[in-house]
């Protein structure tokens, strides 16, 4: 099951930051926090993880509380093309195979 | 190379008919995934290959076979198919853990499969 909870649904104007929050109060120690996107009809899209500290890269950056029960996506400069439902993974990559699984995830509209 | 290539795209088949749905990678790795999407749904996890060899069956009906003959290639063979079966199926890859830690999962575009 998934150990995520997110907002169905979220606007954003295009050219501002869109900050999609995540809630995973039960993570434990050995738990990333992963974030992807699927824009309508193509498959997932990895776009950033982390553990503890927050992270950066070209596409985002996450934000991680220090109790780790919760973290936030921050898309810097949203563009239409970033219209897309987001997904919040929690995954502990040890012990068996992965196992990535997916909750229901927000729906992001960037709006002209 | 970070390509996840599925064939067919779009495959539309009958209740009686067999098909496969084939899943290519060449990023070297050694974990690779099966995820049936409906409509407006999240991905479901259907099945899990390890080194080639099937490490999770989420209690996925018989009429779904999956197979990995080789470290690049995964197949779904699909017989006797219902029309509720009609759905996105995506294929996945990723380093597995023994590598590192920390591996993001690469998704291909998936088959939209059609059941009449």
């Known amino acids: 099951d998934a150990k995520t909870t997110q907002p169905p649904s979220m606007d954003c104007a295009e050219g501002r930051a869109a900050n999609l929050p995540c809630n995973h109060s039960?993570?434990?120690?050995?738990?990333?926090v992963y974030w992807y996107r699927q824009i309508h009809s193509q498959g997932p899209q990895y776009i950033i993880h982390?553990?503890?500290n927050n992270e950066t890269n070209e596409m985002a950056s996450l934000i991680i509380t220090e109790d780790r029960k919760s973290s936030t996506l921050i898309l810097p400069h949203a563009t239409l093309r970033d219209t897309a439902v987001y997904y919040c993974?929690?995954?502990?990559?040890?012990?068996?195979?992965?196992?990535?699984?997916f909750g229901k995830g927000t729906k992001l509209t960037v709006n002209p | 190379d970070t390509e996840v290539t599925q064939t067919p795209k779009h495959l539309v088949m009958g209740m009686t008919n067999k098909k496969s749905l084939k899943c290519e990678q060449h990023m070297g790795h050694r974990a690779m995934y099966w995820y049936k999407q409906k409509a407006k749904k999240p991905p479901e996890l259907m099945f899990v290959?390890?080194?080639?060899?099937?490490?999770i069956n989420e209690s996925v009906p018989s009429r779904f076979s999956p197979e990995c003959p080789n470290s690049s290639l995964l197949n779904l063979h699909l017989h006797a198919l219902q029309p509720e079966d009609s759905a996105l199926y995506l294929c996945?890859?990723?380093?597995?853990?023994?590598?590192?830690?920390?591996?993001?999962?690469?998704f291909g575009q998936g088959t939209r499969l059609t059941v009449v």
């Open positions: 993974i929690v995954r502990d990559p040890q012990g068996g195979s992965e196992k990535l699984v």
């Open positions: 290959y390890s080194y080639e060899k099937l490490s």
């Open positions: 039960t993570i434990s120690g050995n738990e990333y």
């Open positions: 982390g553990l503890k």
């Open positions: 996945a890859s990723s380093q597995n853990r023994v590598y590192r830690y920390d591996t993001e999962a690469f």
